[in-house]
């Protein structure tokens, strides 16, 4: 009788459990998207993480495509933003400056063909322009992408300080004659074959196919798009060293049962559907470990940057 009631009191006990942990998952999942390209191939791109999501886990995965980096910075400082995969390293940054219990890494990306978990900062001019360095762009226009982004501002914004002097507010001692922010990594390339800019920067793997647009980043993004022939078109004039690819990223505060269910089958979309990881991610990526680590030089650098303001 005893052995009974036992048994009958742990029954209970984990339907009780069971109850409480799925009366605590939440119902709806908001997939933050970084702004910087077309809000319809954004979509597009992670409609099929959605219907995984959905499935595998039992919500109604909302697509947050924001307008720039910035807003999904404060959606995941703000408990609006739930999920974002390959997120910039300098937004990263920022999310864990200002609260580094925020957010859980659940890897970093690494490349399909040589697993190598980085990519770099171009600077990228038409082909036919007569501009062969970052010297020969003096006096000329140029463009970045986004603030919060890594390649499109942080790293290029350091190197052209030490390089030339001064900061992007007085364009660099005046060695360009005017710097802007354009947007994104798209249309820093759209302003460079459309004249707005002699100069821009962008991020690329740099391996794989070169017509192609590389095995992943903007270049990829836009032969796919609607420019196949755009490699015949640009020259990267300047590459930088290693940047450590974007971390996927969760909110720390969600419940532990259903965090660990999403970082399950964020690995099993990685592995049983990689077609469609591919597009959310925005290249030949996979998922590998990652720690804090991988991004402190990342995070000091921003930290640095956000003291001089």
Known sequence: MKKTLKAATLLLGTLLAFHASAESAPKVL???????????????NNQCVKTFLDDKLGVDTKLRNASDYEGVIQGLLSDKIDLVINMSPSSYASVYIENPKAVDLVGITANDSDDAKGYYSVVLVKSDSPYQTLEDLKGKTFGFADPNSTSGFLIPNHTFQKKFGGSMDNDYDGFFSNVTFSGGHEQDILGVLNDQFAGAVTWSSMVGDREEGYSAGAFRRLVQLDHPDLMDKVRIIWQS?????????????LPDDFKKRLVGALHELDKNDHDCFVKAAGGKLHIVPASVSDYQDIIDMKRELLDHR
Not at 30 to 44: D, E, F, K, M
Not at 241 to 253: A, E, M, S
Request: net charge positive; glycine share 18%; charged share 10%.
């Open 30 to 44: 908001n997939l933050g998207i970084l702004g910087g390209q077309s809000a319809t191939q954004q979509i597009g």
């Open 241 to 253: 060293k290693l940047i450590p690819n974007g971390p996927i990223l969760v909110r720390h505060d």
